[in-house]
């Protein structure tokens, strides 16, 4: 008797009180979909069998958002961006009402592409080239998605536009935004220290212009059982205006608390069986190399929240070069940017169209699918093919005449019959092997810089007088293999097997002079 009371209750009309919004969430022919949760934020509820729920809020953020569950998405879309959230437009201690609507969908089988730091501001050519390479390179790579029975959607991993140049040039995240329209799949956002507004005195501040256009800071949605959620892991620096010397707002890779606390909440109604999919703009885990085991101020408190979880694959952009790690259930690829290195070649005429990050990885994006058998990815590089996952070096023939860039390719070092190869997204699971004239040759994994960004646009960034910083500066990073052969003419054959067991391959004749177009 008591269970039947309480659904007569549940069913009837939501009465609005002072400080509390209340609603229904309906599929397209008006069914009240149960169960779904419903959040502002800070505290989440979830919808009674009728659709129906009531949330007592204090609006802090000023919005409230669905957690978008299986078998559904939103019905409608702000320019392609899923309609999951919606402004709220009174006092905090005035009720209100937001209704949400959902559409069913078969997503047993789907796709997303992973694209970190679009960086578009409207300043030397850079939206052009957005729009002329990376936008028909993904309506491409969605459209074969769809030929095989996906349904693509898009994660944008941060940094959608550059908050630097939002006044000068105009163009912020409305602009940005009109020009990543034009891509052909719907959009789910990640929020990154660009993205946030430079005249802010505090991080809630900071991110006004972003829920007022984009939507939540941090939200989650289900896929054929997979749960994503977005966070954002920027806390811009409080008292400010604080900005750096560049005129960008000062910021710490950390996740806000309340934030956590939220994220408790969500995992709360998550089963550990469920494999989750993380996306953030800054990584969670050190790089190969590091010392430090997270790079995130509260790392650690992030990673005990996900410890319960079988899978965990965080995705993640931020530093402009691409590494994967391992930390117990947690497995996160951090992908090079879009905007390689932040577009240098289309700001600056550095005489070559090479567009690559400052480890030596191009212009990109993910692919990942998922089937009821599981996840699959790869990267696919901006122009290229899906099968180009390296580039390799003749050492013999790579000469770089800049002791300030590096001392490893100098003109006049002794030639040592070394090939160097370049493996992009190697990480966990990922095998290198080569060999000369079919013999197996010793491969070493190094540290080292890739001499193709150093020709491409350390060394004539320097020659036009200016100082390298930021993203400009070349990095020494942990995917690159090296192998001595035993002549300097003879061909050398790649293979590189994946941790999915998929297998590139690539042979290098030698000798091989080092070209802009390599």
């Known amino acids: 008797m008591k269970r039947l009371i309480l659904g007569i209750l549940l069913a009837l009309p939501a009465v609005c009180q002072a400080g509390v919004v209340s609603g229904r969430v309906c599929d397209s022919n008006g069914i009240g ?232 909440k969500d995992l709360a109604l998550v089963d550990k069986s469920t494999p989750v999919v993380l996306a953030m703009h800054a990584p969670l885990l050190a790089a190969p190399g590091m010392e430090e085991e997270f790079r995130l101020v509260n790392g650690a408190k992030l990673a005990s929240l996900l410890a319960k979880f079988d899978t965990v694959e965080v995705i993640s952009g931020h530093t402009h070069v691409s590494y994967a790690a391992q930390n117990g259930n947690i497995h996160e690829t951090n992908y090079g940017a879009v905007c390689g290195s932040w577009w240098l070649n289309a700001r600056i005429d550095l005489g070559n169209d090479n567009n690559i990050c400052r480890d030596g990885t191009p212009s990109g994006y993910a692919v990942w699918t998922r089937t009821p058998e599981g996840f699959s990815n790869y990267f696919k590089g901006t122009g290229l093919d899906r099968s180009r996952q390296m580039r390799a070096y003749d050492l013999n023939c790579v000469e770089i005449d800049n002791a300030e860039l590096s001392e490893s390719f100098l003109p006049g070092r002794k030639k040592t019959n070394e090939v160097l190869v370049n493996v992009w997204s190697y990480g966990p699971g990922w095998k290198v092997e080569m060999f000369e004239r079919g013999k197996p040759l010793k491969v070493e994994r190094v540290r080292s810089q890739d001499p193709l960004f150093l020709m491409s646009c350390s060394v004539p960034y320097i020659a036009k007088g200016k100082k390298l910083t930021g993203t400009v500066r070349p990095v020494f990073s942990w995917h690159m293999f090296k192998a001595k052969a035993s002549k300097a003419n003879s061909p050398i054959d790649i293979k590189v097997t994946d941790r999915e067991g998929r297998v590139y391959t690539r042979r290098l004749e030698r000798p091989q002079p080092m070209t802009l177009d390599m």
């Open 33 to 264: 979909i149960g169960g779904v949760p419903v959040s502002d934020g800070y505290e989440i509820v979830t919808t009674a069998y009728d659709g129906r729920y009531s949330i007592d809020t204090k609006k802090k953020l000023g919005l409230l958002f669905i957690s978008t569950p299986s078998g559904y998405e939103p019905a409608t879309c702000h320019g392609n961006r899923p309609d999951f959230w919606r402004l709220l437009t009174t006092p905090a201690d005035e009720p209100e009402t937001v209704d949400f609507a959902l559409r069913k969908v078969d997503d047993s089988r789907f796709a997303f592409l992973a694209l970190a730091d679009n960086q578009i501001s409207n300043r030397g050519g850079d939206v052009n080239c957005f729009t002329s390479t990376t936008v028909p390179d993904v309506n491409a790579t969605v459209g074969e998605l769809r030929s095989e029975g996906y349904e693509p959607f898009l994660i944008l991993l941060g940094d959608q536009s550059h908050d630097r140049f939002w006044k000068d040039y105009r163009y912020g995240l409305p602009q940005a935004y009109s020009d990543i329209e034009r891509m052909n799949a719907r959009v789910y956002s990640v929020m990154g220290n660009h993205d946030h507004d430079p005249t802010a005195t505090n991080d809630i501040d900071a991110g006004a212009e972003w829920r007022r256009f984009i939507g939540p800071e941090y939200y989650s949605f289900d896929k054929g059982g997979v749960h994503f959620v977005v966070l954002d892991n920027e806390e811009i620096v409080e008292n400010g205006p604080s900005l750096s010397q560049d005129g960008e707002c000062v910021y710490k890779n950390k996740v806000r608390k309340a934030e956590l606390e939220w994220l408790a």
